[in-house]
């Protein structure tokens, strides 16, 4: 059975411009800038010139960033040159992000995630999963899915690069049910789609990007965290945050009727696989190098190397002489150098609250508003929302969880509480969302025409709910237990 090819890598940016889009970006433009200009203008008691000019420029790159003026990369280019101009801080802490290792162990996932699509290995290990499922058997594809995502999460730490391995396969599945845009089936296939490459990373480091923002803030003061301690520590509230929650939501949302089930089996897949013919030296040479990264994540807490250093080490080993798994033009056209800029502002924002004491001061007023020394259901919860309220207006995960981790981190030093607790509940509730603007990977799978708005917003407002209730749950149960 013949099915449409579709490119492997899917730029989520890459979405039609329309005239109207152009006004809109401008007039949202003037008002933000002039907003942050107002805002870097002001006397206020206790702030100073400085204070004020970097919540200015950070309110104005908040607006770009929330409505899609320009790409994350170039607004975080905007932000810390912006520092730089304005004399905010030294270039040292105004370019902070550039220096951090977190940056570095990102570049180094973003290397392997390519070796991982360009051989092919990626595909081939969810297509090997895939010829084992039947169309007509909807929650048995749902759970294949899942797990073949939770697979590809270990070999490939890009959410991104993830959804461009199974969007292609999810399109294909619904070509071949027949699976028309708008209707049930393929609303619950592109769900599949999405929740399997997004679903499973709370579990592990370095399976989303953004959780490596927060890492670095514990870092920063002085709680280094190895791979297999955060494997410990997120195991059941990341699979109960991501996998189980978003398993739930497919199945209540987008469940197809028995009358619109395909008479369908897994021959396109054994196609496919029979096609791809048997692992490439390439493969196999990957295979050994995720092997001994994985290896070495898994006991950071005996070797006590830094996921860093390891996650560079196997990029390195790539590109060693006789391994010609990948070639630098590959790096070139799969890794997106404005992601590299967005952490990298990311990075310096705590650097940049703490430089000028705001993180002091905004976590003296949060524990002037929280006057309690243990974290139980009901403050893990207003942090939970105070989290989810600021990813609103910030737009993006990892500017939220920038924004919002040095703060927590300071209100847990002042309330004698584990900042390693604080700084989970913003991992946690900051993957929550409520509009398809804070989550580009949403929007990618949402480009290609089975879901509605509404349905976008319904699976936003039960992911936030969901996070709202397991994110205290997991504070004084899981957390309470595991961290020391």
């Known amino acids: 059975m013949a099915t449409n090819r579709v490119e492997p890598f899917i730029n989520h940016g890459d979405l039609k411009i329309t005239p109207g889009d152009i006004i809109r970006r401008w007039i949202v433009l003037g008002i933000f800038v002039s907003l942050g200009t107002i805002l870097a203008t002001l006397h206020i008691r206790n702030f100073s010139v400085a204070d004020m000019r970097f919540l200015g420029l950070l309110a104005m790159v908040i607006g770009l960033w929330a409505f899609d003026v320009v790409p994350g990369g170039i607004g975080g280019l905007i932000l810390m040159m912006g520092a730089a101009v304005l004399q905010i801080a030294p270039a040292s802490i105004d370019f902070a992000g550039f220096t951090s290792p977190i940056l570095w162990l990102i570049i180094g996932g973003l290397i392997l995630g390519a070796a991982a699509n360009e051989s092919g290995l990626g595909r081939r290990l969810a297509l090997h999963l895939l010829a084992r ?61 999405f929740f399997a490459s ?135 056209r799969h890794v997106n150098i404005l992601m590299v800029m967005l952490f990298a502002a990311a990075l310096s924002i705590g650097p940049l609250l703490t430089h000028l004491k705001l993180t002091e001061a905004f976590g003296h007023a949060l524990a002037h508003g929280l006057p309690v020394n243990h974290l139980g259901l009901g403050s893990a919860f207003l942090l939970s929302a105070i989290v989810q309220a600021v990813h609103i207006p910030v737009g993006t995960v990892t500017a939220a969880m920038a924004t919002v981790s040095p703060i927590l981190e300071r209100y847990a030093v002042l309330r004698h509480v584990s900042p390693v607790v604080t700084t989970w509940i913003v991992v946690g509730s900051a993957q929550a969302y409520v509009f398809p603007y804070q989550n580009p990977t949403l929007l990618m799978v949402y480009n290609e025409g089975y879901w509605t708005m509404t349905d976008m917003i319904k699976i936003g407002l039960l992911v936030s709910v969901g996070a709202l209730l397991l994110v205290p749950l997991s504070t004084v149960t899981w957390w309470a237990w595991t961290i020391h």
């Not at 969007?167 to 071949?176: K, R, S």
């Not at 054994?270 to 295979?287: A, M, N, P, T, V």
Request: charged share 15%.
């Open 198 to 332: 997004s679903g499973p990373y709370l579990a592990t480091m370095t399976g989303f990007e953004p959780t490596l923002t927060a890492v670095a803030a514990l870092q920063r003061a002085g709680h280094p965290i190895f791979w297999d301690q955060y494997l410990i520590e997120w195991i059941i509230p990341g699979l109960l945050m991501t996998s189980v929650l978003y398993f739930g939501i497919a199945v209540l949302l987008f469940r197809p009727s028995k009358a619109e089930l395909p008479t369908w089996d897994s021959v396109v897949w054994k196609q496919e696989l029979r096609d791809l013919g048997g692992f490439s030296r390439k493969e196999k040479r990957l295979l050994v190098v995720f092997f001994g990264v994985t290896l070495l994540w898994l006991t950071g807490s005996l070797t006590h190397l830094s996921p860093t250093v390891v996650a560079i080490a196997g990029a390195v080993v790539i590109f060693l002489p006789g391994m010609t798994i990948l070639k630098p033009p590959d790096v070139a």
């Open 133 to 193: 499922v039947r169309g007509d058997r909807p929650l048995r594809l749902l759970l294949v899915l899942f797990v073949a995502g939770a697979i590809v999460t270990q070999l490939i730490p890009v959410v991104y690069a993830r959804v461009a391995i199974f969007l292609p396969v999810g399109l294909a599945i619904a070509q071949a049910c027949r699976a028309a845009p708008g209707s049930r089936y393929g609303k619950f296939l592109m769900a599949a789609v």
